[in-house]
């Protein structure tokens, strides 16, 4: 199956083979010290305290993940200039993670993207899982990933730092079948590279797909919209939808459409276009299906962002990249510092298996059958020019 070829692409996950070594076990050998991983408390739910994992490495760049939810708070790089900022959605407290928000920098599942009408078949039998997105299952469902309390454990190796969070999804959760035991590693290294590893196994045969859902603004988090945000995504067909944002199971060519991405592109461009897809979307909301050559990890995406400089290359093992331009951000949402975050201030790229596939026998499948292990791995990598 097609995960587990995926394994070539990390060297072997680290959750499926050797373990990394924790951050206070034994001498520090040859590692670069310049790599670090620091801790915070940041706040409490009921399962447990919050805390707040930060990874820097020697050119200053800061990631910050919390344990509830597996969140990515807060990327922060330089610019052109050399001045730092924070590049991503979220908020100052865990207690706005935990009501409704638009997933911000939230990690995604069981099943990424939308199920039609909540429901699925597999082995003649029928299972439905909660809508909470119009008439669709949404990113798992009412209580996915992105509001689950992670076991994490910060994680040092020679030439990058990270954290891994682990925890299990019981039989049932969220109407989907089979017990799902789940790793993700979030590393750094000195390359200015976010990489994000996921690892999952089950003891009954069931739909994964999992991803990430950090907003980005190159220009700064509430520096005003990402328009002029230029986009290229290695993608000469994408998924059409229907009304309700599902696949209509064709794969259309992008040539003539404003969903052709395949040349750098500002981002504000077609937005507005007659188009009916963009109609359906409010603007891009949809999955590109990636130019491949062959497996492994391969470079789908950039984008640069002009005054800034500040660029944003993904590479990834996956199929498929939903592109969302922020189209429900409306200002309700406030974020860090008091800002709120308008219509189009931040974009997406969620590197993913294609929407609805339990339901689309042509797409690629995202059943994970026991004794196979999911492994996916997506590189956010960062610059300037």
């Keep these: 199956m097609k995960y587990l070829i995926l394994l070539l692409a990390v060297g072997l996950c680290t959750a499926c083979n050797s373990e990394p070594r924790a951050a206070d076990s034994g001498t520090e ?40 939810g597996g969140i990515i708070t807060n990327i922060v790089v330089p610019d052109k200039n050399g001045a730092m900022e924070d590049v991503v959605l979220g908020f100052d407290s865990v207690t706005s993670y935990l009501g409704d928000y638009p997933y911000f920098g939230a990690f995604i599942g069981r099943y990424g993207n939308r199920i039609a009408k909540g429901t699925f078949e597999l082995d003649d039998e029928q299972y439905t899982l909660p809508t909470n997105n119009g008439p669709n299952s949404l990113h798992g469902g009412l209580k996915g990933f992105d509001k689950k309390y992670w076991t994490a454990t910060p994680l040092e190796e020679a030439d990058r730092v990270g954290i891994r969070l682990t925890g299990t999804s019981p039989d049932g959760e969220e109407g989907y079948p089979g017990t799902l035991t789940v790793t993700v590693h979030y590393w750094l290294d000195n390359d200015d590279a976010l990489t994000l590893e996921y690892a999952a196994e089950t003891d009954e045969a069931t739909p994964v797909n999992l991803t990430n859902h950090t907003y980005f603004n190159l220009g700064g988090a509430g520096s005003g919209d990402i328009l002029g945000h230029e986009l290229m995504i290695a993608a000469d067909r994408f998924t059409p939808v229907d009304e309700t944002l599902i696949p209509t199971g064709k794969l259309q060519s992008v040539e003539g459409t404003p969903f052709d991405f395949r040349q750098p592109t500002p981002i504000g461009e077609r937005i507005e276009a007659d188009d009916e897809q963009i109609r359906f979307g409010g603007g891009y909301d949809h999955n590109f299906v990636l130019n491949r050559s062959g497996e492994g990890l391969q470079q789908i995406a950039t984008v640069y962002e002009p005054e800034s400089g500040r660029t944003l290359e993904v590479e990834t093992t996956e199929p498929g990249v939903q592109f969302y331009s922020g189209n429900f951000l409306d200002g309700s949402n406030i974020g860090k510092g008091g800002q709120p975050y308008e219509l189009r201030t931040g974009f997406c790229l969620e590197t993913q298996h294609f929407p609805d596939s339990p339901n689309q026998p042509d797409f690629p499948s995202t059943i994970l059958q026991p004794g196979e292990t999911y492994t996916s791995t997506t590189v956010y990598r960062f610059g300037v020019r």
């Excluded at 310049?34 to 490495?57: A, D, H, I, M, W």
Aim: net charge positive; no cysteine; proline share 5%.
């Design 29 to 68: 050998q040859a590692r670069d010290t310049t790599l670090r991983v620091s801790t915070q408390p940041f706040g409490q739910t009921k399962e447990g305290p919050v805390t707040k994992y930060t990874l820097e490495n020697a050119n200053g760049m800061q990631v910050s993940v919390i344990n509830q």
